[in-house]
């Protein structure tokens, strides 16, 4: 479990997570010390807190119409992160990054390296196959993240990516917790590092 979030100023704090195991109530409590993302040995972290806040993003943005005012600005906040700390989203590409000539090289590499061929049969029934093609021998592990139609997130399917080639992962139609999916609209992000890829399924039943 990753814990994100930003802060002011660096120094000392007590932190208390909260919640269930096993229906049973459970209670955390952590010390340490803030660093100061000034210090170079530390500057991954800003990356860390903005990719995980994209996603958060994304999931709100995904349960709304796209032409709702509270979208429009939930994309426009997505995209302002995206540029300041070189994390591609849907919304951003390297046409579309601003900055220095490191983080353009960066994301245009980025956007040559992976395509997200979808995914068939769509709309499925049982099961589809998600189709990501890497072009560079990249070797990394990645996530797919199906969420329902109202951003919840329902099911986590981890893969590998050895090399450059075409990876088909499956998805049956189950949810985290074992059970099926009910027929709808799903959309799903690819979580590849410092990338973000997205796309939309129809389950039938």
């Known amino acids: 479990m990753i814990v ?4 002011l100023q660096p ?3 007590n932190v208390t997570l909260s919640g269930f195991a096993f229906n049973h109530p459970v209670t955390y409590q952590y010390s340490f010390n803030r660093v100061d993302s000034a210090d170079s040995r530390y500057q991954f ?3 860390l807190w903005a ?9 709100l943005y995904y ?6 005012p509270v979208a429009i600005a939930l994309k426009n906040q997505i995209i302002q992160i995206s540029i300041s700390y070189g994390v591609l989203s849907p919304f951003t590409s390297y046409g579309t990054i601003t900055g220095t000539s490191e983080i353009n090289n960066e994301i245009t590499e980025v956007s040559e390296t992976y395509k997200l061929a979808g995914n068939y049969p769509n709309p499925f029934n049982p099961s589809t196959n998600i189709k990501l093609i890497v072009n560079k021998n990249i070797f990394r592990t990645a996530y797919i993240r ?5 951003g919840q997130l329902i099911k986590i399917i981890e893969f590998k990516i050895n090399g450059k080639g075409i990876y088909e992962v499956t998805w049956n139609g189950d949810l985290n917790n074992g059970h099926k999916a009910a027929s709808g609209v799903y959309f799903y992000i690819v979580d590849i590092g410092d ?7 129809v389950l039938l039943k």
């Not at 990719?51 to 999931?59: A, G, N, R």
């Not at 349960?63 to 709702?68: C, E, G, W």
């Not at 199906?146 to 109202?150: D, G, K, V």
């Open 195 to 201: 990338v973000y890829l997205k796309s939309k399924m």
């Open 11 to 13: 120094g000392p704090v």
């Open 63 to 68: 349960a709304l119409n796209p032409n709702d």
């Open 45 to 47: 972290l800003t990356k």
């Open 4 to 7: 994100s979030g930003r802060y």
């Open 146 to 150: 199906i969420y329902n139609s109202i």
């Open 51 to 59: 990719k995980q806040k994209i996603e958060y993003l994304l999931v």
